[in-house]
């Protein structure tokens, strides 16, 4: 069975451009996460979609960050304008959660991430 | 104060040792809880639940203790594989609010 797929593995820009990361979940997980993760430092969830809603973007920065999951599979977050504090590794992960409102927690699969570096 | 937090280490330890971290928590609300483990450059991977009785799965026992709001683990006989790093996952509240820990570094020396 396959992983969840990001692209791109790398991504170099120069601040102030725009970018943008992909990632498709396990088939027939209906809850996707992005996390950002800073180098020393423990995954921190930007958003979480259970199917195509957006439940949790309290962590998104919602100036510049932007992020869709328009048919509640495939997912792209995007930043625009990138800046330099952005350079940080994207995770995508999914779980497949069950229970109204998700009230259970099921193990998050992640991706192998994107790492972005913004000069 | 971070909601959960860990001694980052690097915890080096010969081996055949044991080898136990603890992660704080600050939410009295936090329902679940998990060990996650991150090799160099890679993605974490689920490594067991805590559960409220204590769990083993061969070398790894879990705990927790509610009363004083942390989550253990404990590696025993570590073998060089076990070098990564270790994140603590706490979650809360109805859609499971997601919070991990930064980690425990791990090095296992020969």
């Known amino acids: 069975e396959a992983g969840v797929v990001q692209s791109p593995r790398y991504k170099i820009i120069e601040k102030k451009q725009p970018v943008a990361f992909w990632c498709n979940p396990i088939?027939?997980?209906?809850?996707l996460y992005w996390y950002l993760q800073n180098l020393g430092q423990g995954p921190e969830l930007l958003i979480r979609y259970e199917n195509e809603e957006a439940v949790d973007d309290s962590q998104l920065p919602k100036d510049r960050f932007s992020a869709e999951r328009l048919k509640g599979v495939d997912s792209t977050l995007k930043i625009q304008p990138a800046e330099l504090g952005d350079s940080a590794v994207y995770l995508c992960?999914?779980?497949?959660?069950?229970?109204?409102?998700?009230?259970?927690?099921?193990?998050?699969?992640f991706g192998p991430g994107t790492r972005l570096t913004v000069l | 104060r971070k909601e959960v937090e860990q001694d980052p280490g690097p915890f080096n330890v010969p081996e055949g040792a044991t080898v136990a971290f603890n992660c704080t928590y600050s939410?009295?609300?936090?329902?679940?809880f998990f060990w996650y483990r991150q090799d160099c450059r890679k993605e974490p991977k689920l490594l067991m639940s805590?559960?409220?009785s204590g769990n083993e799965d061969g070398r790894f026992t879990a705990q927790l203790n509610r009363a004083s709001q942390y989550i253990s683990l404990l590696i025993r006989d570590s073998k060089l594989s076990d070098s990564a790093t270790y994140l603590c996952v706490v979650t809360r509240g109805g859609y499971q609010k997601v919070t991990f820990g930064t980690g425990t570094k791990l090095q296992v020396i020969p």
């Open positions: 805590v559960y409220s």
């Open positions: 992960a999914s779980s497949l959660e069950s229970g109204t409102g998700g009230s259970s927690y099921n193990e998050q699969f």
């Open positions: 939410n009295s609300a936090s329902q679940s």
């Open positions: 088939s027939g997980h209906n809850t």
